[in-house]
């Protein structure tokens, strides 16, 4: 085989995920709101829970900033917020979002998470006609890839990739499939575009209010 004097690998349109954390402590009184029952399909408007709403919305806007660059700031909407906690069986409404067109992003902060065993797991959702075996993975020949979380980490990825909360007993589009969750608290929330423009400051305060 002939020796290459030169060559490159080059990754186009990838599927960005991003991955912050927060420095907030969630106090006592958030902590028990969450572990509650709650009937609301967001919610990140409940008054209580207006810090940790600000620490998500200060995450989405980091993520336009960093990603797609957009000319207006912080032009976008929660629409859509929920808890999940304990271990589930079946796949929940609220996260199962494959065809939710009008949903840009979702994310997840995670309240309570072990470092050690949790991870979100993404799954690629294409089809090919032809596939190979493989001997070593990589970010172009994987086919799943996971990320570990932690407590009070934020993880958010466009909404168009298919994603489940829990490990679904049907033959699905699971992408993003949460392990060893017995102790596990999230916060999950689908993000919308919007007009709004103005000060990045009081476009905050405007979400948080």
Known sequence: MKKEVYSEIKPIFPTPIFVSVTDKQFSKKEISF?????TSNNILNNKI?????KE???AIHNYFAAIDQPSNDLNFDIFQSWVEK????KINPH???VEQKHSYLTGFLYIEANEKKDIIKFIKDEWN??????HGSNIFNSSTWEVPVSTKKIVIFPSIIPYCIDQPRAVIKPVAKLKNKKNMMVIGFNVFLTVKTGKVEDLIKELIK
């Open 34 to 38: 969450l572990k509650s029952k709650h």
């Open 129 to 134: 006609a032809i596939s190979i075996n493989i």
């Open 95 to 97: 996260i199962y979002q």
């Open 56 to 58: 998500i919305v200060i």
């Open 86 to 89: 304990g271990i589930k069986n």
């Open 49 to 53: 829970l207006k810090d940790i709403k």
